[in-house]
């Protein structure tokens, strides 16, 4: 391998290391120079974009002062259709023009095809322009000036031989009207709707299409077609299938929705039906007309907007300045932000020994992550204190068994003791102890790892309680110590019950250790909403305030002398909490010297 050179003081590696982050990161990987770019980029775009938007907003402004932008002021537009949909021609529609005048502060003129003037709203005479702003034509009507209107572009105010009379529309209202009582009660909600031609329709909310049965309403006959409808219909269902039959495609029947219903080309069935209605309103609708919009003065057309050599030269000196100060605001704030960063990647580089904090000196991002740094420097430090206490505190714990195992072993070796049944016994004891340790240590290094195993399953609380007692009754009974259950109704979880008879039979064990002769330990369990709760509460000596926190630590006891005859292997209670983790669970623990102490298991129902 080679070998890498000297770094000398500590002051001389700050540096050297310095020189190689500056010599390894190139120029264009600078995160100065991506900000400066990136900067100057936004402020270009920022300037364009504002010089286009102003152009064209002025552009738009004069256009639509001259009555260029039609699409603006589809009011008039939308009220001559109306007009020309109900009146065969255009007679007495200079009022209408005159009104809409009035409300746009716009000059209205309506000519034939031919441009010969039909009407216009303003008794002096003014040039028209070259091109009409839009035809106004009930049949073809512009989706474009006309929003919401039909696919066929026929409009739907021109109803023409389909309009009803008086007597025949308040027939149909009363016959809605009850129907419309009637689906009330069904659907819950249902309209009355008008259409222009006086038939009246009822609208169905969009929940209840899906779903809805006419439960002897009459929905259905309210659409049948009236007498003076009759005649129409007819007609225009022989214009269809004349066509259709001219076109080789098979014959249709429509009813007043002019719905297409065809086992042919519904493309071709689409056509003939809008050739035919147009055919057959045509007569009852004015004819198409040009409409021109002009300002008042009878402008025709707008200037082009240009802009000056001073309003140019003025944007270009608005524009260098915006790129002079974003470039300048940038150089600062981006070498503001590359300080801490470099800060950051000497500490990162420093060995753990030495406890390198950053300093925060910002209250933005950079200082976050400064003090996020310096936290995580803390955990490490912490994580590293912890990991060697772990190895301290797993020698400790195997070294007692196993020296009792050695010494035993030598006194027999040697003649001193006799390998009789007592022996073996204590022997046994000790590897028993060792192999408990080495399985809380396997169980503890699975949760820790995340593959730690639970098969949850259905189980009943006061059957988990029961076993749990029943094992440890004996011990109990030794120790002189009363073992009772209490549960508050019958409920039921979820969980994995040999770990969960685990958790709760070492919360028993430790609660037996500690509780003296004619005490009682105490199991109760209770649901709450959508948990489970199991508190194993005894009467023992209880636990300082302040070795509160330090209860679930692993290797911990109460006992400085760390006896295991009171204080077991000190992996207990970890386990308890990893294993309840795992369950979604949580556990907590209140105690009182001289009281007793109560753990409670918090898991989900």
């Known amino acids: 391998m080679r070998a890498e050179p000297e770094l000398g003081t500590a002051g001389d590696n700050g540096t050297k290391y310095r020189a190689r982050v500056r010599a390894k990161v190139p120029l264009h990987r600078s995160l100065l120079v991506r900000l400066l770019a990136t900067s100057v980029m936004i402020a270009v775009c920022s300037v364009a974009a504002t010089a286009w938007l102003a152009a064209r907003t002025t552009s738009s402004a004069i256009q639509q002062e001259q009555g260029q932008l039609l699409s603006s002021d589809t009011e008039i537009y939308d009220t001559l259709v109306g007009y020309a949909a109900v009146h065969p021609d255009w007679n007495g529609v200079a009022p209408t023009l005159r009104r809409l005048a009035e409300r746009t502060g716009r000059r209205i003129t309506l000519t034939t095809q031919s441009r010969r003037t039909i009407a216009a709203s303003s008794a002096t005479t003014a040039a028209l322009p070259v091109r009409a702003s839009a ?38 209202r009363q016959w809605a009207d009850k129907i419309l009582y009637c689906l009330r009660g069904t659907t819950g909600a249902a309209t009355l709707v008008e259409e222009p031609s006086g038939r009246p329709s009822i609208k169905l909310p969009d929940s209840a299409l899906g779903s809805f049965v006419d439960l002897g309403c009459g929905l259905d006959e309210l659409s049948d077609p009236v007498r003076t409808e009759i005649g129409p219909l007819g007609r225009v269902n022989t214009m269809v299938n004349d066509c259709l039959e001219r076109q080789r495609q098979p014959e249709v029947k429509l009813a007043m929705d002019f719905v297409i219903r065809t086992k042919g080309d519904s493309r071709i069935a689409r056509t003939c039906l809008d050739t035919a209605r147009r055919d057959q309103l045509t007569p009852y609708v004015a004819p198409a007309a040009l409409l021109y919009v002009t300002t008042p003065a009878g402008v025709t057309s707008a200037p082009a907007f240009h802009f000056s050599s001073t309003n140019t030269a003025r944007i270009a000196g608005v524009a260098g300045l915006v790129l002079l100060v974003t470039v300048a605001v940038t150089v600062v704030v981006g070498t503001r932000l590359v300080r801490p960063l470099r800060a950051l990647a000497d500490a990162a580089r420093r060995p753990v020994e030495e406890h390198q904090r950053v300093p925060v000196t910002t209250n933005d991002e950079i200082g976050y992550l400064a003090a996020a740094f310096n936290d995580l420097t803390e955990r490490r430090e912490r994580m590293e204190g912890q990991r060697k206490a772990m190895v301290s505190d797993v020698a400790h714990e195997l070294r007692t068994p196993l020296s009792t195992i050695r010494s035993w072993l030598e006194a027999v070796q040697d003649g001193i003791a006799t390998s009789d049944q007592a022996l073996v016994d204590s022997l046994l004891e000790e590897a028993l102890l060792l192999q408990h340790i080495v399985d809380d240590l396997q169980d503890l290094a699975e949760a820790d790892a995340g593959q730690l195993r639970i098969h949850p399953e259905p189980l009943f609380v006061r059957d988990l309680l029961d076993h749990v007692a029943t094992a440890h009754l004996g011990r109990a009974e030794t120790a002189g110590v009363t073992l009772a259950t209490r549960t508050d109704g019958d409920p039921e979880l979820s969980g994995d019950p040999v770990r969960l008879r685990q958790v709760i039979g070492n919360l028993v064990s430790n609660a037996i250790r500690h509780t003296p002769p004619g005490g009682t330990v105490t199991l109760h369990a209770r649901r709450a909403a959508d948990h489970v709760t199991i508190e194993v509460a005894d009467t023992g000596t209880g636990i300082p305030a302040e070795d509160l926190p330090r209860v679930f630590d692993r290797f911990w006891r109460a006992e400085k002398s760390r006896s295991r005859r009171t204080g077991g292997s000190g992996l207990g209670l970890a386990i308890v909490r990893r294993l309840t983790e795992a369950h979604g669970g949580t556990v907590t623990v209140t105690s009182t010297v001289g009281a007793g102490t109560v753990f409670s298991v918090r898991l989900p129902a």
Do not use: N, Q
């Open 135 to 172: 035809v106004v034509d009930p049949l073809h009507t512009d989706p474009a000036l006309l929003s919401g209107g039909e696919s066929d572009r026929i409009d739907p105010r021109a109803v023409g031989p389909y309009r009803l009379t008086a007597a025949e529309r308040k027939d149909l």
